[in-house]
């Protein structure tokens, strides 16, 4: 039973381009997270889904960053037009539902803006 | 103030120690509580859940004080492979998990 799967583990863009991190969460589990992790803090929520829906998009950034977990396929987090602070470990995290505090997480995908 | 405070430390503790940390959390209407553990640059994993009545697992000890709003972290006879940043994590009434800071923990022979 693979456990939550992230890719790239390490990207790095320019300066205006975009990135995209994909999560694959655990088998049978509908609920996906994702937390960014700036050297040296801890983990900032970021967003909540499920299959189809946003849950809580709280501690998204208003502006180029979005999120989503299509009926089928990995969930994606998408920056627009990357700026240096946007470097970061981002962390995709599953849980099987509302009722456990318990979230399976991936390695992470780090993010190096130039 | 934060939703979730934690003293970021570092402890530096001798082994056979026994070390405890501390969380406050800011909304009342929080549901549950966890500890997690997270290792250099890897992702956290859940070290233990947070009872009110507390609860222990071998050298760990939690417990919650909900009038307070604050939660604790015991170890005991600590060992070189506790070394690692604690993460106290509360959940909201709309599910949403957030995590403390993290205390980091070093425990030297």
């Known amino acids: 039973n693979a456990g939550v799967m992230q890719n790239p583990r390490h990207l790095v863009r320019r300066r205006g381009q975009e990135a995209r991190l994909r999560c694959s969460p655990m088998?049978?589990?509908?609920?996906v997270y994702w937390y960014r992790q700036l050297p040296e803090e801890g983990l900032k929520f970021m967003v909540y889904?499920?299959?189809?829906?946003?849950?809580?998009e709280s501690g998204m950034p208003k502006e180029r960053f979005s999120a989503e977990f299509p009926k089928e396929g990995p969930s994606i987090l998408r920056i627009q037009q990357v700026v240096r602070g946007d470097s970061a470990a981002y962390f995709c995290?599953?849980?099987?539902?509302?009722?456990?505090?318990?979230?399976?997480f991936g390695e992470g995908s780090r993010l190096t803006v130039l | 103030r934060k939703e979730v405070e934690q003293d970021p430390g570092p402890f530096n503790v001798p082994e056979g120690a026994t070390v405890a940390f501390n969380c406050t959390y800011s909304n009342s209407a929080s549901q549950s509580f966890f500890w997690y553990r997270q290792d250099c640059r890897k992702e956290p994993k859940l070290l233990m859940s947070v009872y009110s009545s507390g609860n222990e697992d071998g050298r760990f000890t939690a417990q919650l004080n909900r009038a307070s709003q604050y939660i604790s972290l015991l170890i005991r006879d600590s060992k070189l492979s506790d070394s690692a940043t604690y993460l106290c994590v509360v959940v909201s009434n709309t599910g949403k998990l957030i995590f403390g800071q993290g205390t980091t923990l070093q425990v030297k022979p």
């Open positions: 889904l499920q299959k189809e829906n946003i849950i809580d």
């Open positions: 995290a599953s849980s099987p539902g509302l009722d456990t505090g318990e979230l399976f």
């Open positions: 088998k049978g589990h509908s609920h």
